[in-house]
Structure formats: structure tokens, C-alpha cells
């Protein structure tokens, strides 16, 4: 069906459209565990999906959806069956085609789109244009066997709704497109974003309706609709609650929402604005009718639902007030700064480590770095480390802090915990992967690229508000640095990658060790001209080294470290002499450093505080 004729077919409507209910809540209850792929059924099993599209257009439904929630790439590999996406999903157009054709009322059919089940960028390591690759596969396979419209739906990330509704548009552009969107209990999605900001996104996306489905119950996503209509009333809505909050008895998941119930939010849904209705998880072919009788009965003249809610208006968050930290002031008046490096104690005992920053602090140092887990080896914690040295030594820290092995709900409380504690500088890095450390089995997982993670921190902490929107008392004050490799075997990724952290709000940039400033300046020139300049200071990374092994280590095993041929002749020819010789290049590193950045990042090696408390004087000497 072209969009024009949809929408003039939805207008002429005196009540709203009928959708229909849950199919996997069906289909477990007939025995399919939910473990299964339900997307595989439409060829293994397809009476049995037959079967639930016809009772539901039996109980009213004037629109059903395809069985293909899960019928992706990505979601279709968790089977085995990533070569399937074509034929899974034309079959379960030609299924629902043969419900609509026996049933006397006839329906429209859906193409039902699903999310990927896998995060994108920022976020995860999926990049939007595999993301709407993987949805047009879809939907080509869906438009080919002839649905009426796309429903895309579920979805808890903005970005893959933009991805999807434009592979959809690219496929075909006339085909009408509902993109719908999941929330939690607070209203918000996983991802933050408040049904205002929803309803607007996915206006200006140009879907020809919005969606609210799945969520909490009725009462929720009414609550939810209002909001919506309120900020964007001339967009045209979907709505398709759960059954109310799901319960798990035994082996089975309850749904607590009784047909009748549903009937009269289904005329709430009309009274406010819906133009379609229906069902998602726990609703049943029941509470499908129970909505459609009460629609087809219901004057809305007459229909006073006694149901309202009370829209609260929350100030966007303002910047932290707390004044700017050293860094922050330093590097913004133009200052060459200096940070060392130093790595938490594998035991108890702090007072090496402390006297080693005593030392740094005397030679003129800004700036310490801690590190976390480096070499993903255990330590103490680094934030107990930044308080201690900032208690006791009286020199300001910036925090490393790696999203590996950390998930979301552990890396907003160890921010929340940084920042009361004082440590309100932090360097935010992928992390090294635990496969190299001391605990090869360690949880390795992360739910934000470090992209993503300095979006929530600049966009979201110290605005006032986490990763959901939800309010965190007052803003944060973060200083956010951002890694960058000058040697990168890939520099347009590596300058791709930079763009994202940027655009997240990154304030400032430390570097992989640099042994080729001439090499180092040139790349920094490459990035200014690709981002059309670059507005945050760059700290280079100065790694002294301690010998010809050391230089050799380094060189061949750690990626993003090269070292030039005539640096490592030079340390060999050092002999016993060749950690003079790496002080001495260190230092004409960091004065070279001077002409194209705003400081350096000492990464003294083996504890060697000496040596860079060294190379520090010499640096505040000018040589």
C-alpha cells in the first residue's frame, strides 16, 4: 500500500485501527521455548503461526504483523542461520497472506522489524552503516513478497531507529513506516531519551507514525502518548502496551492485565490521540477483541475515562558549578603542562608509590595520571590511589578510566564514587583486554565504547542526569580526556574514531608514546585538516626507554608503539649507558613536543620516577 493511500485510509477511520496482540507470548504458551527462534517457525511450523494470525483477525485485528521480530542478520546468527534472512522473512509474509486471505474481514500486513539486538556506535562496535545494512536486508526481503507497511518496532536506541527507518526509506520510499519505541519503568529508554525527545526524533525522521510498544502496562504508555501529543500534536500515533509488568511463576512469565482492562484503555488510547491499537508481550487474541467490542461500542462524545496524568516539567541539567579543576585552568590558559604516569600497587602498601610522586612534585609536574589494571594486571583501585595522592602529596590526578570490563550500571557508580572523592579529571580508554593480564577469565565485557561513555559523562553527569535520564542530585564537573594513536596503521579510522569522541565532548587529548615528532606533527596536521581544525589541547605521549630489549619489546609486541630504526640504534649503541640515552631522547622529544602540542604525558617504565623527574626539569629548563 503506497503511504498516501494508508494515511487516507487511517484518517477516514471514525475510531482507531485494530492491531493485533503478542505472537511469541502465544507461541510459547503452544509449546515453543523462548530459547528457540520463533523467525523459524514460518518454515518448520507455519500452520502454527497460521493459526495465531487467524485468531486474531477473528478477534478484530484489521492489521497483523509478520512473524519476523528476530528475522535479522544479527539476531538470525545466534541460530546459525544468518544465510536464512530472505527466506524467513518472504515466508512469513506468504503465512500471514494466507491467514488474511481465508479470514472474512481482511487486514493489512506488516512487515515486523525488530531491533538488531546489538549495541551501536556510540554506544557499541556496531557502525550505523552496518546497522542499515543489516535492516534493508530485511526489508528488501519484506517489500518483495508485498507488505503493506514496516513496523519497526521495540527499539531502545534513537540511532537504530534512524538506521532502520532510513533503510527502509531507501528500499522503498512510498511504503508507509511506523517506528515504535520501547521505554522503562521510569519513562525513559535504556538509552535516556524521554518520550518528548522520542516523539520529536522520530517525527523529524519522518516515519509516518510514532510507536510506543512493549514497556510497562497500559497505564504507562498512556501516561507516555500524552506526552508525546503534547510536544509534537500533529504526529499521527501507534500504540501497543505489554500486558502490565511481567512475572515469572515457575516456568512460565505472567502477565497480570485482564482483557477487559485492556478494553477500556484501548478507548483512553483513542480519547488521547492514537490512531492505531493493540497489543505486545502477554496480550492475547482475548484482549484484542476485548479492545475492538469496546472501541466498536464506545460513543467518545459520551466516554469520560477518569484516567489523567500530571506532566512534570524538569529543567534541563546546567554544567557543573564547581569550579574548573588545575588541568582545566592550565591548559586553558595556554600553559605547557606535564603529567606523569604512575601505576596503583599491586598490594597494601602505598608509601613507594607516594614517595615516588613526592619526588615528581618537586621537579615540577602538573599532573599525575593513575592507571587502571594496566596490562589488565590487579591493583588497587585507582580512584583510592587519585584521593590518596591528592590528600597526602597535594598534586591533582586524572583518573584512567577503561569501559572494559565494566557494565553500565559499575561505571556510573565508580564516576559517582570519583567524583566524591575529588578525582574529577578523568582519561577515558578502551582498556587493555583481560586475555594479556594476571586473570585471562576475568569478565571482559563492556557496555560503552569510550565514545559513548564520554557522551554520558559531558551529555549526561554533568548535566545533572545518568545514563536514564534519571536525576543524580546535582551535575558532575568533569574534565574528559580522550585517547589518540599518532601512529595508527588505519589514520582514517583513528580520525574517525576521534570525530565521535569529540562530537561526545571530549576536552582534551593524550597520546600513545611518540619516538618521531617530525612523523607526530604531521599526523596532528593530517587530523586539523580532516576535522577542519582541532579546538582541544593535545598532550603527546613521552615513554623514556630503559634499554635495547625495553626498545625492542615495545616496538614489536605493543600495539601502537613504533619505534624508528634510528631511535633503537641509538639505544643499542647506548650499552649499559642506554637508559642515559633514552632520557636524553625523551627530552628532545618533549621539547620538540612544544612547537605542535600543549604538553606531555611522562609514562616512566619500571616505577623509574627518577628518570622523569629528571627529564621534567630539564623540560621546565628549556633543555
Given at each position: 500500500m503506497?503511504?498516501?493511500?494508508?494515511?487516507t485510509w487511517?484518517?477516514?477511520?471514525?475510531?482507531?485501527?485494530?492491531?493485533?496482540?503478542?505472537?511469541?507470548?502465544?507461541?510459547?504458551?503452544?509449546?515453543?521455548?523462548?530459547?528457540?527462534?520463533?523467525?523459524?517457525?514460518?518454515?518448520?511450523?507455519?500452520?502454527?503461526?497460521m493459526?495465531?494470525?487467524?485468531?486474531?483477525?477473528?478477534?478484530g485485528?484489521?492489521?497483523i504483523l509478520?512473524?519476523?521480530?528476530?528475522?535479522?542478520?544479527?539476531?538470525?546468527?545466534?541460530?546459525?542461520?544468518?544465510?536464512?534472512?530472505?527466506?524467513?522473512?518472504?515466508?512469513?509474509?506468504?503465512?500471514?497472506?494466507?491467514?488474511?486471505?481465508?479470514?472474512?474481514?481482511?487486514?493489512?500486513?506488516?512487515?515486523?522489524?525488530?531491533?538488531?539486538?546489538?549495541?551501536?556506535?556510540p554506544?557499541?562496535?556496531?557502525?550505523p552503516?552496518?546497522a542499515?545494512?543489516?535492516?534493508?536486508?530485511?526489508?528488501?526481503?519484506?517489500?518483495?513478497?508485498?507488505?503493506?507497511?514496516?513496523?519497526?518496532?521495540?527499539?531502545?536506541?534513537?540511532?537504530?531507529?534512524?538506521?532502520?527507518?532510513?533503510?527502509?526509506?531507501?528500499?522503498?520510499?512510498?511504503?508507509?513506516?511506523?517506528?515504535?519505541?520501547?521505554?522503562?519503568?521510569?519513562?525513559?529508554?535504556?538509552?535516556?531519551?524521554?518520550?518528548?525527545?522520542?516523539?520529536?526524533?522520530?517525527?523529524?525522521?519522518?516515519?509516518?507514525?510514532?510507536?510506543?510498544?512493549?514497556?510497562?502496562?497500559?497505564?504507562?504508555?498512556?501516561?507516555?502518548?500524552?506526552?508525546?501529543?503534547?510536544?509534537?500534536?500533529?504526529?499521527?500515533?501507534?500504540?501497543?502496551?505489554?500486558?502490565?509488568?511481567?512475572?515469572?511463576?515457575?516456568?512460565?512469565?505472567?502477565?497480570?492485565?485482564?482483557?477487559?482492562?485492556?478494553?477500556?484503555?484501548?478507548?483512553?488510547?483513542?480519547?488521547?490521540?492514537?490512531?492505531?491499537?493493540?497489543?505486545?508481550?502477554?496480550?492475547?487474541?482475548?484482549?484484542?477483541?476485548?479492545?475492538?467490542?469496546?472501541?466498536?461500542?464506545?460513543?467518545?462524545?459520551?466516554?469520560?475515562?477518569?484516567?489523567?496524568?500530571?506532566?512534570?516539567?524538569?529543567?534541563?541539567?546546567i554544567?557543573?558549578?564547581?569550579?574548573?579543576?588545575?588541568?582545566?585552568?592550565r591548559?586553558?590558559?595556554?600553559?605547557?603542562?606535564?603529567?606523569?604516569?604512575?601505576?596503583?600497587?599491586?598490594?597494601?602498601?602505598?608509601?613507594?608509590?607516594?614517595?615516588?610522586?613526592?619526588?615528581?612534585?618537586?621537579?615540577?609536574?602538573?599532573?599525575?595520571?593513575?592507571?587502571?589494571?594496566?596490562?589488565?594486571?590487579?591493583?588497587?583501585?585507582?580512584?583510592?590511589?587519585?584521593?590518596?595522592?591528592?590528600?597526602?602529596?597535594?598534586?591533582?590526578t586524572?583518573?584512567?578510566?577503561?569501559?572494559?570490563?565494566r557494565?553500565?550500571?559499575?561505571?556510573?557508580?565508580?564516576?559517582?564514587?570519583?567524583?566524591?572523592?575529588?578525582?574529577?579529571?578523568?582519561?577515558?580508554?578502551?582498556?587493555?583486554?583481560?586475555?594479556?593480564?594476571?586473570?585471562?577469565?576475568?569478565?571482559?565485557?563492556?557496555?560503552?565504547?569510550?565514545?559513548?561513555?564520554?557522551?554520558?559523562?559531558?551529555?549526561?553527569?554533568?548535566?545533572?542526569?545518568?545514563?536514564?535520564?534519571?536525576?543524580?542530585?546535582?551535575?558532575?564537573?568533569?574534565?574528559?580526556?580522550?585517547?589518540?594513536?599518532?601512529?595508527?596503521?588505519?589514520?582514517?579510522?583513528?580520525?574517525?574514531?576521534?570525530?565521535?569522541?569529540?562530537?561526545?565532548?571530549?576536552?582534551?587529548?593524550?597520546?600513545?608514546?611518540?619516538f618521531?615528532?617530525?612523523?607526530?606533527?604531521?599526523?596532528l596536521?593530517?587530523?586539523?585538516?580532516?576535522?577542519?581544525?582541532?579546538?582541544v589541547?593535545?598532550?603527546?605521549?613521552?615513554l623514556?626507554?630503559?634499554?635495547?630489549?625495553?626498545?625492542?619489546?615495545?616496538?614489536?609486541?605493543?600495539?601502537?608503539?613504533?619505534?624508528?630504526?634510528?631511535?633503537?640504534?641509538?639505544?643499542?649503541?647506548g650499552?649499559?649507558?642506554?637508559?642515559?640515552?633514552?632520557?636524553?631522547?625523551?627530552?628532545?622529544?618533549?621539547?620538540?613536543?612544544?612547537?605542535?602540542?600543549?604538553?606531555?604525558?611522562?609514562?616512566?617504565?619500571?616505577?623509574?620516577?627518577?628518570?622523569?623527574?629528571?627529564?621534567?626539569?630539564?623540560?621546565?629548563?628549556?633543555?
Amino acid at each position: 500500500m503506497k503511504r498516501e493511500a494508508f494515511l487516507t485510509w487511517l484518517a477516514s477511520q471514525d475510531r482507531p485501527v485494530v492491531a493485533d496482540g503478542a505472537m511469541g507470548t502465544l507461541l510459547n504458551q503452544r509449546g515453543v521455548k523462548f530459547e528457540e527462534c520463533f523467525d523459524l517457525l514460518n518454515l518448520q511450523k507455519p500452520n502454527l503461526v497460521m493459526d495465531i494470525h487467524r485468531e486474531y483477525l477473528d478477534a478484530g485485528a484489521q492489521i497483523i504483523l509478520t512473524n519476523t521480530f528476530g528475522a535479522n542478520r544479527f539476531k538470525l546468527m545466534q541460530h546459525g542461520l544468518e544465510d536464512q534472512v530472505r527466506v524467513l522473512n518472504q515466508m512469513a509474509v506468504e503465512v500471514a497472506r494466507q491467514a488474511v486471505a481465508a479470514s472474512p474481514n481482511g487486514a493489512l500486513v506488516a512487515g515486523d522489524v525488530g531491533p538488531l539486538g546489538v549495541r551501536l556506535a556510540p554506544f557499541g562496535r556496531v557502525q550505523p552503516e552496518q546497522a542499515r545494512a543489516a535492516f534493508r536486508e530485511q526489508i528488501e526481503a519484506l517489500v518483495a513478497k508485498g507488505v503493506d507497511l514496516l513496523v519497526i518496532e521495540t527499539m531502545a536506541d534513537l540511532y537504530e531507529v534512524r538506521e532502520a527507518v532510513l533503510a527502509a526509506r531507501e528500499v522503498d520510499p512510498d511504503l508507509p513506516v511506523v517506528a515504535s519505541v520501547t521505554f522503562t519503568r521510569d519513562d525513559r529508554t535504556l538509552l535516556g531519551d524521554d518520550p518528548v525527545r522520542v516523539a520529536r526524533s522520530i517525527f523529524e525522521m519522518g516515519a509516518d507514525l510514532i510507536g510506543i510498544n512493549c514497556s510497562g502496562g497500559p497505564n504507562q504508555l498512556l501516561r507516555i502518548l500524552k506526552q508525546m501529543r503534547a510536544a509534537v500534536p500533529e504526529g499521527r500515533y501507534w500504540v501497543k502496551p505489554n500486558a502490565g509488568w511481567p512475572e515469572r511463576m515457575g516456568d512460565r512469565i505472567m502477565y497480570p492485565a485482564a482483557p477487559d482492562y485492556f478494553g477500556d484503555y484501548a478507548v483512553a488510547f483513542w480519547k488521547a490521540g492514537a490512531l492505531v491499537v493493540g497489543g505486545c508481550c502477554g496480550t492475547t487474541p482475548e484482549h484484542i477483541a476485548a479492545m475492538h467490542r469496546k472501541l466498536q461500542d464506545t460513543d467518545l462524545a459520551q466516554y469520560e475515562n477518569g484516567l489523567s496524568i500530571t506532566l512534570v516539567e524538569r529543567e534541563e541539567g546546567i554544567a557543573g558549578t564547581q569550579q574548573p579543576t588545575a588541568l582545566a585552568q592550565r591548559l586553558a590558559e595556554g600553559r605547557f603542562v606535564i603529567a606523569a604516569e604512575v601505576d596503583p600497587p599491586r598490594g597494601l602498601s602505598t608509601q613507594k608509590l607516594l614517595a615516588g610522586v613526592h619526588l615528581l612534585k618537586e621537579a615540577g609536574v602538573d599532573v599525575i595520571n593513575v592507571a587502571d589494571s594496566p596490562m589488565a594486571r590487579m591493583r588497587m583501585s585507582p580512584w583510592a590511589v587519585c584521593r590518596l595522592i591528592q590528600e597526602e602529596v597535594g598534586v591533582e590526578t586524572v583518573l584512567h578510566f577503561p569501559t572494559r570490563g565494566r557494565n553500565l550500571l559499575r561505571v556510573q557508580g565508580d564516576l559517582l564514587a570519583a567524583h566524591a572523592l575529588g578525582v574529577r579529571n578523568v582519561f577515558v580508554v578502551m582498556g587493555d583486554p583481560t586475555a594479556i593480564g594476571d586473570y585471562p577469565n576475568a569478565m571482559d565485557n563492556y557496555d560503552l565504547v569510550p565514545s559513548g561513555l564520554i557522551k554520558l559523562i559531558k551529555q549526561g553527569f554533568n548535566t545533572g542526569v545518568d545514563h536514564a535520564g534519571m536525576d543524580i542530585g546535582q551535575p558532575t564537573s568533569f574534565f574528559v580526556g580522550c585517547a589518540l594513536n599518532l601512529n595508527s596503521p588505519d589514520p582514517e579510522n583513528e580520525i574517525k574514531n576521534l570525530r565521535r569522541k569529540l562530537r561526545a565532548g571530549a576536552d582534551f587529548v593524550m597520546t600513545q608514546p611518540v619516538f618521531d615528532p617530525v612523523t607526530a606533527r604531521a599526523f596532528l596536521d593530517r587530523v586539523h585538516e580532516a576535522l577542519g581544525g582541532l579546538n582541544v589541547p593535545v598532550l603527546v605521549g613521552i615513554l623514556p626507554l630503559v634499554s635495547e630489549r625495553h626498545a625492542a619489546f615495545l616496538h614489536h609486541e605493543v600495539p601502537g608503539i613504533t619505534i624508528p630504526p634510528a631511535v633503537r640504534q641509538r639505544i643499542a649503541a647506548g650499552g649499559e649507558k642506554a637508559a642515559r640515552v633514552g632520557i636524553e631522547i625523551a627530552i628532545e622529544l618533549a621539547l620538540a613536543a612544544k612547537s605542535f602540542a600543549q604538553g606531555i604525558y611522562l609514562m616512566p617504565a619500571f616505577s623509574r620516577y627518577d628518570y622523569a623527574a629528571e627529564i621534567i626539569e630539564n623540560v621546565r629548563k628549556g633543555g
